[in-house]
C-alpha cells in the first residue's frame, strides 16, 4: 500500500462520479487510486495516467480505443474495465478493485514457488492471456506485476492493452521499447513487433521465475539483458533448480523459445501444455534441491505453433502403417493379420487422445469458467424477492444490517456482497444489505447561539445549514439564533436544509398606555432595570405616557430603563361615563371587566367580547408571545368600552 497522503487526487471527486480515498500504487506510467463509483455506490481501482501522457493527444484516443476493447473481454482471470474518461489533464480507466497483492509481491516474500503452485498461477494467466488472443488481442507486458491475486484465491491479469497505447505513438517517434526488458521476446527487442506469441515468450519467463525465484537474465545495464533476450535460448529452470520436473522445463523452454515460429501459436496452446504438465505431477512433488524428478511425460501438443524445442514430432511410421490400412485396395484376407497388429495400437492411441483431450478440457474448464457464475444484479428489489431470486440460481443467501440511504427506498436492495456482476465460485454466498431509507434526524436546538455555533451544530448532527434571515427581537441579543425552521425537534432526511432566524438585536418593549404596575413588571421580567417617574397629565392615573429608551429601539440586556406614569390632572381625572358631580351618566352603568392576563389572546378576546367590550390587540415587539402580558383598564367599565390587551 502506497502512504503517500500528499496527493491532491486524493479527496477529490473525479469525473463528478468517483471519490478518491487513497492511493494503492505509484508506477512509471499511472498511479492506481482506491475509489468509490458514488453513482453506483461500488468501489474500484482508478488507473490515472501521469500528466505527460494525458497532455498527449494522441495517446488519449488510443487510449480510450483501447479501454473499449479490454472492456469487452469478459473473463472470470481478467480484470475488468468498467469505464474509461478525462477530467481536466486526468486520463483514467476504472476498473474492478481486486483486494490483495501482486504475483511480484508473493515472489518477494518467498522466492521460487513449488512446481504444482507454481502451474495452478500460470494455468489461469494463460486462461486469461488465451481469451485475449481469441478476441484479438495482446498485452504486450506479461510479468508478475500485471498479476493479482486476490484474498480469497483468484488469479486476475491486470492492464491489457496499456502498452498499445503507451507504445503507439512514443515507439516510432523515440525508438523507445515499451514493455518489461527482463520479459521481452526477441522479437519486441530488435523490431518493436509483437502478437501472441510475445505474450507467451513472457509467460514462459515468468514461469522460469516462478521455479527458480529469479529472472533468466539479470544484469545492471538494460541493453545487456536485451541481448540476452535476442541471442540466448532461455535455460532449463532445472539447471538453476535440481529437481524441477523435466515437463516444466520443456514447457519453459518451449514458451521462451528464441524463434517465434517454435513457441505455441497463442496462450491457449500453451494453456493445454500446462494442464497436461499439471496432471502428471505427483501431488506431493517439491521444488527443493534433491527434489526426485519426475518421469518424462508425454509430448506436450501445441496444435497451432508446431513443437517447441525438446518436444517430439508425431510418429512417422504410425502415420504411414494408418494410410496404408485405410487406403490399400490390396488389403484382403491375407494382408488381415497385419491390419489387425495395426489397428490395435492405433485404437489404444486414439481412445488415449480423447481421454487427453478430455481432461484437458475439463480441468482447463475448472480452472477458468467452469467453477465460476456472475453475481446477479439485484439492487432495487424486494429484499424477499432479491433472496428468492438469488437461492433459485443456487447462490447462499444472507440478510446483512440494514444501511440508511437518501434514494433507494426501506426494504430494497441496497447493494450485493460480492458486487452484481462479479464472477464467483458456485458454492458463493451473497450478502444483501437492504436500505432502511433516509436517516430521519432531529432537528437540534441552536436557539441563543451565534450563527456559526448554530451552523456547525446543524452540520453535525447531519442536516444541511440553509439561509439565514434577521429580525428585531426584544429577548434574544444581536446576532444570536431566536428560531430555525422546521422547528427544534422536527424529524428530516438527512442532509435536508434548515434556515436560520437571527436576532438584528435587542429591542425596548412598547409599554406605552398600560397600567404603570403592569408595565414595570413586564420590564423586570425582560431583566431592564426599571426606574418610575410620577407626571400629571391628562390621561388615567396609573397610567404609561412615556418610556426611555422608545418603543421598539435597540438596548442591551439588563440595561436600565425609565418609564413616566400619570398621575392624573390637576383638577382630578373623570372616566368619560361620569358627571361632573362624580356620578354615573344616565344609561353607562359599569359592569366587571373580566381579568383575562396570562390567557390565550384569542380566548381573551373571545370572552371579553362576550362580556359587551370592545378589543384592541398589541405586541409589545415586533413578535407577539401569543398570551396576554397586560391589560388595561382593569375592575369596572360601562359595555362598549375599548379593552386593550398586550401580548
Known amino acids: ?247 516444466l522445463d520443456a514447457l519453459v523452454r518451449a514458451a521462451a523459445a528464441r524463434e517465434a515460429a517454435h513457441r505455441p501459436a497463442d496462450a491457449t496452446a500453451l494453456l493445454v501444455a500446462a494442464v497436461d504438465a499439471h496432471r502428471a505431477l505427483p501431488p506431493d512433488l517439491g521444488t527443493g534441491p534433491g527434489a526426485p524428478a519426475a518421469p518424462p511425460p508425454p509430448a506436450a501438443p501445441f496444435p497451432a505453433g508446431g513443437p517447441g524445442p525438446g518436444v517430439p514430432p508425431a510418429n512417422p511410421t504410425l502415420v504411414q502403417s494408418r494410410t496404408e490400412m485405410l487406403t490399400s485396395p490390396a488389403a484382403g484376407p491375407a494382408a488381415a493379420p497385419a491390419a489387425r497388429r495395426r489397428i490395435g495400437p492405433i485404437v489404444a492411441i486414439s481412445a488415449l487422445a480423447v481421454l487427453m483431450i478430455a481432461a484437458i478440457v475439463g480441468t482447463g474448464y475448472w480452472f477458468s469458467e467452469g467453477r465460476y457464475v456472475k453475481v446477479p444484479d439485484l439492487l432495487g428489489m424486494n429484499v424477499e424477492v432479491a433472496r428468492s431470486r438469488a437461492a433459485q440460481q443456487g447462490f447462499d443467501v444472507k440478510i446483512g444490517t440494514p444501511v440508511h440511504d437518501r434514494k433507494v427506498g426501506e426494504g430494497r436492495v441496497l447493494r450485493t456482497d460480492p458486487v452484481a456482476g462479479r464472477e464467483v465460485t458456485r458454492d458463493q454466498t451473497i450478502t444483501l444489505i437492504p436500505s432502511a431509507g433516509p436517516l430521519k434526524i432531529t432537528v437540534p436546538n441552536v436557539v441563543n447561539l451565534s450563527e456559526a455555533d448554530a451552523r456547525a451544530k446543524i452540520s453535525e448532527a447531519g442536516l444541511t445549514p440553509g439561509s439565514v434571515t434577521r429580525v428585531p427581537n426584544d429577548t434574544v441579543q444581536r446576532g444570536l439564533v431566536i428560531k430555525t425552521s422546521p422547528q427544534v425537534g422536527s424529524k428530516l432526511t438527512e442532509g435536508a436544509k434548515v434556515t436560520i432566524t437571527l436576532s438584528a438585536g435587542l429591542v425596548m418593549p412598547d409599554v406605552g398606555g398600560m397600567q404603570c404596575d403592569q408595565a414595570q413588571g413586564v420590564l423586570q421580567q425582560k431583566g431592564f432595570q426599571v426606574a418610575v417617574v410620577q407626571q400629571t397629565d391628562q390621561a388615567a392615573p396609573n397610567t404609561v405616557i412615556a418610556q426611555n429608551p422608545a418603543a421598539r429601539a435597540e438596548v442591551t440586556a439588563n440595561q436600565a430603563v425609565q418609564i413616566t406614569c400619570s398621575k392624573g390632572p390637576d383638577g382630578g381625572f373623570r372616566w368619560p361615563w361620569e358627571r361632573n358631580d362624580g356620578n354615573v351618566q344616565p344609561g353607562k352603568a359599569p359592569v366587571p371587566i373580566p381579568d383575562v392576563r396570562f390567557k390565550n389572546v384569542r380566548d381573551a378576546v373571545t370572552e371579553l367580547r362576550g362580556a359587551g367590550f370592545k378589543v384592541k390587540v398589541r405586541k409589545i415587539a415586533f413578535a407577539g408571545t401569543g398570551t396576554v402580558v397586560a391589560e388595561n383598564p382593569l375592575g369596572q367599565a360601562p359595555a362598549g368600552t375599548r379593552v386593550t390587551l398586550w401580548h
Not at 514461469?207 to 541481448?227: C, D, H, I, K
Request: charged share 25%; net charge negative.
Open 1 to 247: 500500500m502506497d502512504t503517500t497522503v500528499a496527493d491532491p487526487l486524493v479527496g477529490r471527486l473525479l469525473d463528478g462520479r468517483y471519490r478518491v480515498e487513497s492511493r494503492i500504487a505509484r508506477g512509471g506510467m499511472a498511479a492506481v487510486y482506491l475509489a468509490m463509483d458514488i453513482r453506483l455506490d461500488r468501489t474500484v481501482a482508478l488507473k490515472v495516467m501521469h500528466r505527460s501522457l494525458a497532455e498527449d493527444p494522441d495517446f488519449v484516443r488510443r487510449f480510450i480505443g483501447e479501454a473499449k476493447s479490454v472492456a469487452s473481454l469478459s473473463h472470470p482471470n481478467v480484470v475488468h474495465v468498467f469505464d474509461q474518461g478525462t477530467d481536466g489533464d486526468h486520463v483514467y480507466l476504472s476498473m474492478e478493485y481486486v483486494p490483495g497483492r501482486t504475483l511480484r509481491d508473493v515472489l518477494r516474500e518467498r522466492g521460487r514457488l513449488p512446481a504444482r503452485e507454481a502451474l495452478e498461477i500460470m494455468i489461469p494467466v494463460l486462461a486469461a492471456l488465451g481469451a485475449a488472443h481469441q478476441a484479438g488481442m495482446v498485452h504486450r507486458d506479461v510479468k508478475p506485476e500485471n498479476v493479482l491475486l486476490s484474498d480469497d484465491g483468484r488469479v486476475k491479469v491486470v492492464d491489457f492493452g496499456l502498452a498499445r497505447a503507451i507504445g503507439a505513438g512514443h515507439q516510432t517517434r523515440t525508438g523507445i521499447m515499451i514493455g518489461t526488458i527482463a520479459y521481452m521476446s526477441p522479437e519486441q527487442v530488435t523490431a518493436g513487433t509483437t502478437d501472441q506469441r510475445s505474450d507467451v515468450y513472457a509467460a514462459g519467463v515468468m514461469l522460469f521465475e516462478l521455479l527458480t525465484g529469479q529472472q533468466p537474465y539479470q544484469s545492471e545495464n538494460p541493453m545487456s539483458v536485451a541481448y540476452r533476450h535476442v541471442h540466448d535460448q532461455v535455460p532449463a529452470p532445472s539447471t538453476l533448480v535440481p529437481g524441477v520436473p523435466r515437463e
